[in-house]
């Protein structure tokens, strides 16, 4: 058969898993989609892939339904940056949010009847501009999560560009360690492989699966 990045990706993610003395069962690849066409989703769905992360809601109304309609299985993640407004429309499509960073949008999700999972985004490199919770603020908003009915995922983490990623990994696994927390959700593109080496349970890519964006 036709070797297919979506393959060459899992044969990756195998390698990594096995190199680090783990199991591929235990991470799961999220394919994210975003600016992707359904044109260049469905062959990911027809190879039976069923995860794939988007970053604006807006985006995933358009997209999803009619995907969903034909692959009810499906689970959405939302991986980007979401507005407290938008909590109720980002549960009715999501499953899962990885981005959970701040009380005022904890609160709106905590407000749903059925509030999807969620990951807390930690900004593990303290980077001004990025979205996440700083690191001192996670004692305490960890148990806010816990104390709503929110389902807890994990944490999620995106190392700043540019840099070597693995420190920033390691010390999100540390802080998830650290909180009794199994779920991470890390490695992009260029440093999968070295998340799955510190831990990652939750794999995001977007290029490697759908190529360069024009
Ligand atoms: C776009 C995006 C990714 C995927 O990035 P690639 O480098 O294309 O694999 C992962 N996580 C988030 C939050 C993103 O916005």
Same mark, same amino acid.
């Given at each position: 058969?036709?070797?297919? #990045?979506?393959?060459?990706?899992?044969?990756?993610?195998?390698?990594?898993?096995?190199? /680090?003395?783990?199991?591929?069962?235990?991470?799961?690849?999220?394919?994210?989609s +975003?600016k992707r066409g359904a044109d260049e989703i469905r062959p990911l769905l027809e190879a039976?892939?069923?995860?794939?992360?988007? *970053?604006?809601?807006?985006?995933?109304?358009e997209k999803w339904?009619a995907l969903?309609?034909d692959?009810?299985?499906?689970?959405?993640? $939302?991986?980007?940056?979401?507005?407290? *407004? +938008?909590? %109720?429309?980002?549960?009715?499509?999501?499953?899962?949010?990885?981005?959970? !960073?701040?009380?005022?949008?904890? +609160?709106?999700?905590? +407000?749903? !009847? *059925?509030?999807?999972?969620?990951?807390?985004?930690?900004?593990?490199?303290?980077?001004?501009?990025?979205?996440?919770?700083?690191?001192?603020?996670?004692?305490?908003?960890?148990?806010?999560?816990?104390?709503?009915?929110?389902?807890?995922?994990?944490? $999620?983490? $995106? #190392?700043?560009?540019?840099?070597? /990623?693995?420190? @920033? @990994?390691?010390? =999100?696994?540390?802080?998830?360690? &650290?909180?009794?927390?199994?779920?991470?959700?890390?490695? $992009?593109? *260029?440093? @999968? %492989?070295?998340?799955?080496?510190?831990?990652?349970?939750?794999? &995001?890519?977007? =290029?490697?699966l759908f190529g360069?964006?024009g």
């Amino acid at each position: 058969m036709a070797s297919s #990045p979506l393959q060459d990706v899992r044969d990756r993610i195998a390698l990594a898993a096995r190199r /680090a003395d783990r199991s591929p069962e235990d991470i799961t690849l999220i394919a994210v989609s +975003k600016k992707r066409g359904a044109d260049e989703i469905r062959p990911l769905l027809e190879a039976g892939h069923r995860d794939f992360g988007e *970053n604006r809601v807006a985006e995933a109304q358009e997209k999803w339904p009619a995907l969903k309609a034909d692959y009810p299985d499906v689970r959405l993640h $939302m991986v980007g940056q979401l507005q407290s *407004n +938008k909590a %109720e429309e980002a549960a009715a499509i999501f499953d899962v949010i990885h981005s959970l !960073d701040r009380p005022s949008l904890l +609160k709106a999700l905590a +407000k749903l !009847d *059925n509030p999807p999972s969620c990951y807390v985004q930690v900004n593990i490199g303290a980077e001004e501009q990025k979205g996440g919770l700083d690191i001192a603020e996670l004692p305490d908003f960890l148990g806010q999560v816990r104390a709503s009915d929110i389902p807890l995922a994990g944490l $999620m983490a $995106m #190392p700043p560009q540019g840099l070597e /990623a693995s420190p @920033f @990994f390691a010390l =999100t696994a540390e802080l998830a360690r &650290r909180h009794g927390l199994q779920g991470l959700s890390m490695g $992009m593109t *260029n440093d @999968f %492989e070295s998340a799955v080496r510190l831990g990652a349970t939750a794999l &995001r890519v977007g =290029t490697a699966l759908f190529g360069e964006r024009g």
